[in-house]
């Protein structure tokens, strides 16, 4: 009997529910799904959520370190819809705790659901007769699994298993009890590891030495195994292949004990199991192969009439009942038949030589020793060697296993003790050796598998919190919606029905079977319409949108009339085309509304798009600008890329830029096409510095120097007082008081940003003085000009003197320059400039009453002392060549008579002899002193 683990599931769903917001309904714990020749498997994901969310995440965790590889959260599903998901991912060979998660927004809603053990692996199908599916002598002859990644469909439950009431213990020979009625109640439930106390579902007795098998495997490919049994003991490949081709008529059983062949297996047995699990389980998970195990039954047979016929005379002796040609054929039609009812000429079967038995009762007196049958064996070599007939790979020879001695197998053919592991070891040898010598290939390598069938999705519809309805897609040939109850709640694709769980069947045209997992739903009346508000005229400009905006929900799905496609999800729809557009909330029960009253929004024309003119080159220097102008077709207004509103711009930065023009109607065009600029970078600035000092005299220079920063110049240029000099040189000379800045210019002719600057100043030299001849014998100087100080020379020779008034006591070439000093900082000395040298002396010609100039000084014929002016009305100025000591002037009247004597001096500068009391008249004037002595005329006029 098979449990009925779907209504457990299911209860198990209903309570999960209350406190979880997702549920995963498949993969199931412990399912297997076949991985492809590459190592990798689609796994589908189904399950339902209870809380909005716009997508769907799961991820996969190797359940060891090293067995598999890890998948990290990844979208599997977006924007589901009313409570339900499914949705695949790819995923590698191995074993693996599944999680899922639900975002809405970006953010996790609810539980993070696991299931804790489910992997990408081997599916295998075994099937054939008792020594393949397990003897009675459970006790004694279970190799349980110690793998955890090795499972079983673990059908059969057997409370009483380790005690004398064990239902497998004391099975029916005839295994009816294992049968159901209907293979309809199979179903994805759960898996079991193959421990020691499971069974294979559907027929298996227990692990036997498939256990040891599936450590082997999932050892060696580092993957996850499942097995299903449908092995049925004494059955001969003949019954097989008539259940198959026959299903309505029970098969004749090779054991008959009466003339009537009244011994039949139950119709389309035992065939119908492995139809079911084909179909149904190859079709969900995907099968890697069907390993094939039989052919004792038909050795019995032959043995049996052997038997017979050695009482009998060679006339009456009956011609064995299989034959070489018998079995290959039977064989043959059944492998055949199982890919017609797969849908799959490529379903692979490994096929065990094996065909060691005796007769029924083998071990009484007299009966027949046990023997293997080599007209059976050549039959398998025969099915195995056809090409025509591949995918058809050879599996173990067991007759050479547990034959020395009879009694070692059991009833003569079941494997039992260390034949267990023989067994186990030739089948693990059979799937994991090498081809041959010279291929390195296995089985695994060899045989592509069939993958798993897509899950396709239910669709939920809300109705009222009494009423659901649920669809299936279109184009199966066969429905079937069954609740936790396995009542059959309906035969087409939709159906309506009140919360609770379900799962559902769908048949493909081939008969084949795919389940949908149970899943649990609740009833839920459907939100009301929600309503459309626009943030904008719905008569708007072409190229723009227009803003919808749904009233409240949980999620929105946004609707074109015209196509019923979804456009949007979110609250705020922005649309710029012509149609009118509906919107429908998703609440937090995962119910759809109906669609709102629909908007809709026309357009108004846009001015025709513009072109740009270039006024100038798109590539310019950084600091420079390219000029653009737009077209004005049609425009009242103009909005450029970068925000400017003017028909020209000017550009100053690099990019592609767009003008749009607007129109009368407030429509902006379309932009125009993008123009790009291209700004190039400024070589880096040089630095200037000064060879010489940069304060000089009129007259004199300083020299410049500009230094590049880098190579990146080709030519350079000056700066002087802001206005460039075009001087194409490294070094100059400046004369001229200037701010002075270089530059270096590259070869896109790009000037760098100017250099430090440097103050060069010119300062004014003195004008010429002028050397005025005051007195017979004293030159003074005289400057237009401030002057700091006079250096005089006579005749080349400079003079000790450096005031403005000199006595000239020798004849000759008198010159005269003017110094002028100009302090400058930071140095603690003055800049000295000295004027043109003047070598002319200017005086005034009494005889022609003018100015007049000469070369050379000369002194007067006076014999040393000059008295001036003469005749005065009484104030004259005495002067002498000669630099006297001890002085005494007097003066006389013409008479003799002394009317003035000064004071003794040295008479070294001019004096002054005022005689302004004296009479007119003529006078004496009597110079006296050691060394000198001199008396002149003096006139007095008024």
Same mark, same amino acid.
């Given at each position: ?36 020749? %590459? ?260 050795? !019995? ?94 599996? #173990? ?106 799962? %559902? ?188 000092? *940069? ?43 200037? !701010? ?13 940003? #100017? ?54 006591? *020798? ?11 100009? #302090? ?35 002194? #007067? ?82």
């Amino acid at each position: 009997m098979l449990k009925k683990l779907p209504l457990l599931l299911c209860f198990w769903f209903i309570s999960h529910v209350v406190v979880s917001q997702i549920t995963i309904t498949s993969p199931v714990q412990r399912q297997v799904i076949q991985r492809d020749l %590459a190592n990798k498997a689609i796994v589908t994901i189904v399950g339902s959520y209870s809380q909005p969310v716009d997508e769907l995440q799961v991820r996969f965790i190797p359940v060891k370190t090293g067995q598999g590889t890890a998948l990290d959260w990844t979208v599997f599903k977006t924007n589901p819809r009313g409570g339900l998901f499914k949705g695949t991912v790819t995923l590698t060979g191995g074993w693996y705790s599944m999680e899922v998660r639900g975002l809405l927004r970006g953010a996790v809603v609810g539980n993070v659901s696991r299931i804790e053990r489910v992997g990408v692996g081997e599916v295998f199908v075994i099937a054939g007769q008792s020594n393949a599916g397990g003897s009675g002598l459970r006790s004694t002859n279970e190799t349980a699994s110690s793998d955890d990644r090795v499972n079983c469909a673990n059908f059969i439950n057997d409370p009483g298993y380790g005690t004398s009431a064990s239902y497998i213990k004391n099975f029916d020979s005839k295994n009816k009890s294992f049968v159901t009625t209907t293979t309809d109640a199979f179903s994805i439930i759960e898996f079991s590891q193959l421990s020691k106390d499971v069974t294979i579902g559907p027929l298996g007795i227990g692990p036997y030495y498939w256990g040891k098998v599936g450590d082997a495997l999932a050892a060696k490919l580092n993957v996850p195994i499942v097995f299903f049994n449908v092995a049925w003991g004494g059955a001969s490949v003949r019954v097989w292949r008539e259940s198959a081709e026959n299903p309505t008529v029970g098969a004749p059983s090779d054991f008959q004990f009466d003339s009537g062949n009244i011994n039949r297996y139950m119709p389309g047995y035992p065939y119908a199991n492995l139809k079911a699990v084909l179909g149904y389980y190859g079709i969900n998970m995907g099968i890697r192969a069907i390993l094939w195990m039989e052919g004792e039954t038909q050795n !019995l047979l032959n043995l049996s009439v052997e038997q017979q016929n050695a009482t009998l005379p060679l006339s009456q002796q009956k011609p064995l009942p299989v034959t070489e040609a018998s079995y290959l054929d039977n064989l043959k039609r059944l492998i055949t038949r199982t890919r017609q009812d797969l849908g799959n000429d490529n379903l692979t079967w490994v096929v065990a030589r094996t065909s060691y038995s005796g007769v029924l009762n083998c071990g009484v007196a007299g009966a027949l020793p046990p023997k293997p049958s080599p007209v059976i064996v050549r039959a398998q070599n025969l099915a195995i060697a056809d090409q025509s007939f591949s995918p058809i790979f050879p599996g #173990p020879f067991t007759d050479n296993i547990q034959v020395d001695k009879i009694g070692d197998r059991d009833q003569c053919v079941h494997f039992t003790g260390s034949g267990l592991d023989e067994a186990a070891n030739s089948w693990i040898n059979s799937l994991t050796s090498p081809v041959s010598s010279n291929d390195s290939r296995n089985f695994f390598d060899l045989n592509a598998p069939i993958m798993a069938d897509t899950i396709p999705a239910v669709n939920l519809t809300c109705i009222s919190n009494q009423k659901l309805g649920l669809s299936l897609p279109a184009g199966y040939s066969a429905y079937q919606w069954v609740s936790s109850n396995y009542e059959i709640m309906g035969n087409t694709k939709d159906v309506t029905v009140g919360p609770g769980t379900y799962f %559902a069947k769908i048949t493909k045209p081939n008969g084949n079977i795919i389940q949908i997992p149970s899943f649990t739903v609740n009833a839920n009346t459907p939100p009301a319409a929600p309503t459309v508000s626009a943030n904008a005229d719905l008569n708007y400009c072409e190229g723009t949108t227009v803003g919808l905006t749904s009233s409240d929900g949980a999620l929105y799905e946004w609707v074109a009339s015209n196509s019923n496609t979804i456009v949007a999800r979110t609250k705020t729809f922005n649309i710029g085309t012509n149609g009118t557009y509906s919107v429908r909330i998703i609440d937090q029960n995962a119910c759809l509304s109906p669609l709102s009253n629909g908007v809709t929004i026309v357009s108004k024309p846009r001015p025709v798009q513009p072109t740009i003119s270039l006024k100038s080159s798109t590539e310019f220097c950084d600091g420079q600008s390219a000029k653009l102008s737009s077209s004005n077709v049609g425009a009242i207004g103009y909005l450029w890329s970068n925000g400017l509103t003017t028909q020209d711009v000017d550009i100053r930065t690099a990019g592609t830029f767009t003008v749009r023009t607007l129109g009368s109607n407030g429509c902006y065009s379309a932009p125009s096409s993008g123009v790009p600029t291209v700004v190039n970078p400024l070589p880096t600035s040089p630095t200037i510095r000064a060879t010489s000092d *940069t304060v000089f005299c009129e007259g004199s220079k300083t020299r410049l120097t500009l230094t590049p920063a880098n190579a990146n110049y080709v030519a350079f240029n000056w700066e002087r007082n802001a206005t460039l000099s075009g001087e194409n040189a490294s070094a100059i000379d400046i004369s001229t008081t200037a !701010l002075v800045k270089g530059y270096v210019v590259d070869a896109k002719g790009c000037y760098s940003k #100017p250099s430090n600057g440097i103050w060069a100043v010119r300062k004014a030299k003195p004008v010429s003085p002028v050397i005025y001849r005051v007195g017979p014998y004293l030159l003074a100087a005289r400057s237009t000009q401030p002057v700091d100080e006079y250096t005089w020379s006579l005749s080349g020779q400079a003079l000790a003197t450096k005031d403005t008034l000199i006595r000239a006591i *020798t004849e000759g070439v008198y010159t005269l320059q003017s110094k002028r000093r100009y #302090p400058i900082l930071a140095s603690a000395s003055p800049l000295v400039c000295l004027s043109p040298e003047t070598s002319l002396v200017t005086y005034f010609d009494t005889k022609s009453s003018s100015t007049l100039e000469t070369a050379e000084f000369k002194f #007067p014929d006076d014999k040393g002392i000059s008295i001036y002016p003469n005749p005065t009305s009484g104030v004259f100025s005495v002067d002498s060549k000669f630099n006297l000591e001890g002085v005494v002037l007097k003066v006389y009247t013409m008479a003799g008579i002394e009317v003035y004597v000064s004071e003794k001096f040295d008479f070294n500068s001019r004096r002054v002899l005022d005689l302004s009391n004296l009479p007119t008249g003529t006078y004496l004037l009597r110079v006296d002193s050691q060394s000198y002595r001199l008396t002149k005329q003096l006139i007095i006029t008024r």
